[in-house]
């Protein structure tokens, strides 16, 4: 196949990139580099069957050529971004959806939209299974990612039963792993660069809040799968052990031996109070669940940071 994947120099779609060429296939990955990176495709520099093309989807979407699918993944995702690239999440998920939704129509090709457990908003179902509605703000601060990943959702079952488009959905929870940005500014990389580097881990509110943390290699195998299956309607990928915040904060500090500890800051707005996802669906229709365990998920993102942090 030859494949498009939106945001390919990102965290998540670069690790897209490695698989869907690792399987044979033919990408084309799409970035504009506004929070992804080339160091993350870096090593795919002179594949044969890989090209990089700079480009804002929001723009008009040219490719030359066939193509077979078209993954979009381009979107910042960290709680960080949503204050300050607010009309930029909103255009990527709006506009961005809407051209490469076009831009799959017009070549025949099958469309997979990453979507997120933030439809969920801030969740009264407790774990989310993808028929809840959820529970969002459409004025605060996660707001615009929320509200545009939903308008994203609604848009592609629009071209799909408009169209007739052959559409996927996947809602991703909490994913980490090597590639993440140093200065993320979620949880995993907060609490990775500042465990590396002997301060205490910044817990926000009380730490009684909750996550589970997937592996970005089981994410990957699971956004394989919905792509090669028939399921149209979403599909959560997530790991569902639960972890509160406080927790996993001292999980880390004692996987890094850190001794500094941790100190408590303001808890955000908005900021969910539980997620966990049902994967009854993933495990029904696709075969899937979470293969990496924690430990050793953070074991391999740790080198990963001790790399490019130069320690
Ligand atoms: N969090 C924290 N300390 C940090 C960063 C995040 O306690 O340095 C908390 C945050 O308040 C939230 C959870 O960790 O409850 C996960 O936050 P993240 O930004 O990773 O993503 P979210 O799941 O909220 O979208």
Redo the contacts with the bound molecule.
């Keep these: 196949m030859r494949v498009l994947i939106t945001g390919g120099a990102g965290f998540i779609g670069s690790h897209l990139c490695d698989r869907f060429l690792s399987e044979g296939h033919t990408v084309i990955a799409m970035d504009n580099l506004l929070t992804g990176t080339t160091d993350n495709i870096a090593h795919l520099a002179g594949h044969p069957r890989f090209r990089f093309i700079y480009h804002d989807v929001t723009e008009y979407i040219y490719v030359d050529g066939p193509i077979d699918a078209v993954l979009h993944f381009a979107s910042p995702a ?2 960080a971004d949503f204050p300050a690239l607010p009309i930029q999440i909103g255009k990527v998920n709006a506009i961005g959806t809407y051209r490469t939704l076009g831009l799959a129509k017009a070549k025949g090709a099958r469309f997979l939209l990453a979507s997120t457990s ?1 439809v969920y908003g801030d969740p009264l179902v407790h774990p989310q299974p993808e028929t809840y509605w959820g529970n969002v703000n459409p004025i605060g601060v996660r707001g615009i990612y929320d509200e545009s990943k939903r308008f994203a959702e609604a848009l592609t079952m629009a071209y799909h039963r408009v169209h007739g488009l052959d559409t996927r959905i996947v809602r991703i929870f ?1 994913t980490y792993g090597p590639r993440m940005r140093l200065n993320d ?4 990389p ?2 990775l660069t500042q465990a590396l580097r002997g301060e205490p881990l ?4 009380d ?1 009684t ?1 909750t ?1 589970s943390f997937t592996y970005v290699d089981d994410l990957v195998e699971g956004i394989y799968r919905l792509l090669f299956s028939d399921e149209i309607e979403p599909v959560n990928i997530g790991n569902p052990e639960e972890y509160r ?1 406080i927790d996993f904060a001292h999980l880390v500090n004692e996987v890094t031996g850190n001794t500094a500890g941790v100190v408590f800051r303001p ?2 707005k908005d ?2 109070k539980q ?1 966990r996802p049902d994967i009854a669906k993933a495990k029904r229709v696709l075969g899937w669940e979470p293969r990496v365990p924690l430990r050793e998920g953070l074991r391999r993102t740790i080198e990963d940071f001790r790399r490019r942090m130069n320690l």
């Excluded at 500014?185 to 995993?188: D, M």
């Excluded at 910044?202 to 509110?205: D, K, L, Q, R």
């Design positions: 960290s709680p933030e909490n500014g979620r949880v995993v907060n609490f910044t817990v926000y509110g730490g809040q996550r915040i808890l955000p900021d969910p997620r």
